[in-house]
């Protein structure tokens, strides 16, 4: 039925996106190694606009221990240095002349174990997601004027769906979790 293919379509989309959603938010949990997308967040006051740091500068990762954000403007120094500091990374820039430094502190056990609370959140959200997409599927299903036989078998593929999708979300966890216990 073209209906059950539609639903399965979509609930598999939101699915995606959930997945996408929680790739995008463990890339923000640092481990311990410098990364680029730590100063995602980071806006910078140009020309009286916030302007998010990476549209300013040039943002690279030297070695495992050091960010080094080089400005387009060297009158953007300052302004950036105080925009990293404001942002509440934990982080400490410095400023040569040229362009703003970030050593990047090695992570306490204590820190990392709550960086592995903050993924595991995060993973939760994820399957919060992925379940509200299979309710959602299971109501569209059970709305369609369709047999039983054909609503109790487009439900077991919208679980089989949500299974694939929350063994991604463990996947993706559980590689996290090791990335960050590595000392």
Known sequence: MEDLDIILETSEEQMQKAISHLEKALLKIRAGRANPSMLSTVFVDYYGSMTPLAQVS????????????????????????????????????????????????????????????????????AKVSIRTARKEANDEVKALDASEDLIKSAEEDVQKLTDKYVAKVDSHLEKKEVEIMTV
């Open 58 to 125: 040039n943002i690279n990762t030297p070695d495992a221990r050091t960010l080094s954000v080089q400005p387009w403007e060297k009158g953007l120094i300052e302004a950036i240095e105080k925009a990293i500091m404001n942002a509440n990374l934990g982080l400490n820039p410095q400023n040569n002349g040229e362009m703003v430094i970030i050593n990047i502190p090695p992570l306490t056990e204590e820190r990392r174990k709550d960086l592995v609370k903050q993924a595991r959140a995060e993973a939760e959200d």
